[in-house]
Nanobody, 116 residues
């Protein structure tokens, strides 16, 4: 599976951005898709997940502000980010877990910078 993320950029605190991640390749093998983020010298942390049936899960820090959605017809997952805070600044990575072993596949990352 190949993942192409887009939509990052610079935004002021309180603003919004929408990230997109288009999947290609072995689409039928995808089970769960999600977004993670990493700040320098830190690990990659989960932001949101969406399962094949549309069930979602969010990190506590983004609940009520971020929404993950999935368009199966377009093989694309979105992350709508509202009320952005400087602490949300990070490189955001799209993730797809494939097969019965839920193997991780990663996109290239897109930078989100929130200015105060």
């Amino acid at each position: 599976v190949q993942l192409q993320a887009s939509g990052g950029g610079l935004v002021q605190a309180g603003g919004s951005l929408r990230l997109s991640c288009a999947a290609s390749g072995s689409i039928s093998a995808i089970r769960v898709m999600g977004w993670y983020r990493r700040v320098p010298e830190n690990q990659r942390d989960l932001v949101a997940l969406i399962g094949p049936g549309g069930m979602t899960s969010y990190a506590d820090s983004v609940k009520g502000r971020f929404t993950i959605s999935r368009d199966n017809a377009k093989n694309t997952v979105y992350l709508e980010m509202n009320s952005l805070e400087p602490e949300d600044s990070a490189v955001y990575y799209c993730n797809a877990r494939t097969g019965i072993n839920l193997v991780n596949n990663w996109g290239q990352g897109t930078l989100v910078t929130v200015s105060s």
